[in-house]
């Protein structure tokens, strides 16, 4: 009896030019990720790192992984959310949900070093068609392959090429990258926070990318939106981009085989920082950064500093290292009783939190204390110091600044700072 044909597309991945696998698009709606013999045949010492989850799982690349509608966390953490996935939807005249076409869409310009690349009818290799037992795969060109963008997270955000002074949106001619995030049309003034916080957070420590307050008229190319009456988008310099090529990255919800939805929950900041200690380069000063970064979540107010707000760069394809700081935000002036995004010993409120509850961090990471404390220590010597003069002179809004003030005087007597 012979099986009833079903349409197939596929798309290969690949990282720095090497295939790592195949995924692979029944009409039925189920997506396979199938890794390629040849990579998995690479011994690991000599193996690029596609995903963390290769290093502590011995057996993640001998395993398809099939999800329907939906592809994989490892991919779909690299596709848009909110606004921009309608938009683009929208565009391609398909629901949100279908990631494959999404990704098909956008694969040439993807966050990090990945590149989705259409595969020819009849080229998709049989390894990949293994996992469809019950139909007969009847290989089509992939539909809506077009060269477009893609940036996680919930805000507009747009990736641009900067020459002759001017943004060029959905252009990438040049090792000069940056993310672009226009005006809220909910909240006022989120390019002036943004950038006023990345300002504070370098003065104490943490390493951040370069950031620029853009005036809306240099930017070429944006797309027809209805955008609020502001005068600046906020501009990060892209760390995944260099004059030597792209650079493999992935956020913590990829680390943890988790979607976007689940970016608030199931984790919490002992795990990721035991995952930062145990297999990151040079661990020790990874563990104190993120440690830094912990402390000036609190301090500022950032309730945003999810799973997918943390990543790990591979600048040498192999060694998982952490990634400059990106998108924190004071974000109590927009969410009323905002809280920690993730639980730091046992609490999202960070007007409970204290030194006490660092030792118990460090100690559930595997790290000294010893070596973390000093580190906030300075922090809060660099911030009580500095920022309340630096505020001053920030471009945040007035309203802004004076809820901030009121958040340092409201933090437990360990961090306040004033």
Known sequence: MNKPLEKVEGLAIYLHGNRVGVIAHYAGGKNILTFDPDFIAISPQARQVFTLRQLFDPDYLSKSQIRTDKIPPVLSNLLPEGALRELTAKALQCHVNNEFLLLAYMGANLPGAIIATPIAAGDVPNWALEQRLSTEPQQINVRHANSKFSLAGVQMKFSSSFRDGRYHIDKEFSGDMWIIKTPSSIHRGVPLNEFSCMKLAEMVGAEVPEVRL????????MPSIRLPDEQYAYGIKRFDRSDIGRIHTEDFAQVFGL???????????????????????????????????????ILLGNGDAHLKNWTLIYSDQRSPSLSPLYDVVFSSPYIAGDSLALNLSGTKNWFDISLDDFKRWAEKTGAPWIAIKPHLLDVLERARSYWPDTLETLPMLDEHKIALRKHWSQLTPDFRLI
């Open 214 to 221: 853009i005036e809306m008229k240099e930017l070429e190319g």
């Open 259 to 297: 979607y976007p939805a689940d970016k608030y929950q199931r984790v919490n900041y002992e795990q990721l920082g035991r995952i930062v200690y145990q297999y990151s380069n040079q661990r020790l000063k990874n563990i104190q950064q993120f440690a830094r970064r912990l402390l000036i979540n």
